[in-house]
């Protein structure tokens, strides 16, 4: 597959031109289901969260701005969210542990560990190791899981003053190094 | 309420990013992105560093029907927006907030407010109850919007004199409250933000020095917000957008 022009497949779809969303479903439908799918766990939901986050791209494309940012860095924000808003509308603490095991309990990767072989990974993965496992594990189960504050302290069995402290300090840490 | 510290800033956009606000706490950021290009730069920064880490695992298979679902329920969606410009109250709830200062969608319903335009100057001497002793150089329609950031339809109408005078006119009903006020902001530098024209007095006028009239162009944005009644105390909109919209040039020609 030819490389993708996020910015100007985003900046069709502003202007209503149907291929510039089908080239972006072309090209990062499978990535987007997988970071959804990561958050939500199930393979409907999943598909409805893709699903919502298209026709979100296609309305929302018009508020795109190349110099605010990348464009796949922009879709990967409104599939997040949809994602997010549906974990924590669905009160995800009842279901969790039945999805988990249901869809992906052995094939999760670790992120961390991902990183550390991607190919646009090696500079997150260093500014990450120089942080505490715990603090890197609150950032990861946050951004990459979707954990809230209360989630990720009661599967680390930390208290929620801690994981918000840590929140802050990872994130300033992690600002310093990756500018 | 968004921070001013810069380190504040940058942690307050990586808590958005990784999804770590409550609803409240998301949805002002939402709003603030709109018109704070520097929280924008902070977000975007957290979006494009922490990609890798989302990116790292791969790709999921998708089923081979789902963008035929998608496609179909586009067209639906684009009728919905269409029908828009002729009902406004029924254009569908999106939180398409963040950029609006900027968003050509604006662009467009303002101009196919066009005709509408033509109706209220019709009706405008009268109702601005002013001598025509200095002639309009830019009028803008503003949207009303609600608390969730959608438009339903022209609020607030702009008239924008030659010689600086700023008359307003509403279009919708509306009652800021016991101690609050409403007041007009513009954008011309996305850099510095928006910059207030002053509180909107009951019926009255504003006038602008000739130096601040020289920085308002075509297509440029006003917004009004809901302030404390003396104005914002802190330079910068703190209440919620009301109405917003652009500049447009009065045509030369008389009625």
Redesign the interface.
Known sequence: MEPLDHASALEGCARGDRASLRRLYEHEAGFLLAVALRIVRRRDVAADVLHDAFLDIWMRAETFDRRRGAGRAWITTIVRHRALKHVRAAGRETDLDAALGAEIADDTPDPFAALATSQDGARLHGCLAQLDADRRQVILLAYVDGLSQSEIAERLGTPLGTVKAWVRRSLIALKDCLS | MIPSEP?DR??LA??Y????LD?AAMAEVEQALALD?DL??R???W?????????????????PT??A???R??AT??QA?GRTTISPPSR?R?G?V???W????LWRATTALATAAAILLAILPSRLSAPAESPTRYFAILQSRDAAGQESGPGWLIQIARNGTVRSLPLAEVRPGTGRSLQLWTLWDQARGPVSLGVLPPGGAIHLPPERLETIGDGQLFEITLEPEAGSPIGRPTGRILFIGRAKGAATQTL
């Open positions: 380190e940058d942690v990586g808590e990013v990784l999804g770590l609803t290009a924008a730069r977000v975007a920064f979006e494009e560093r922490l990609l890798p880490a989302s990116a790292a695992f791969g790709t999921a298979e998708v089923d789902q963008w679902r998608i496609e329920d586009l969606r684009r927006v569908p999106y398409a963040r950029a609006a900027r968003s050509p969608a």
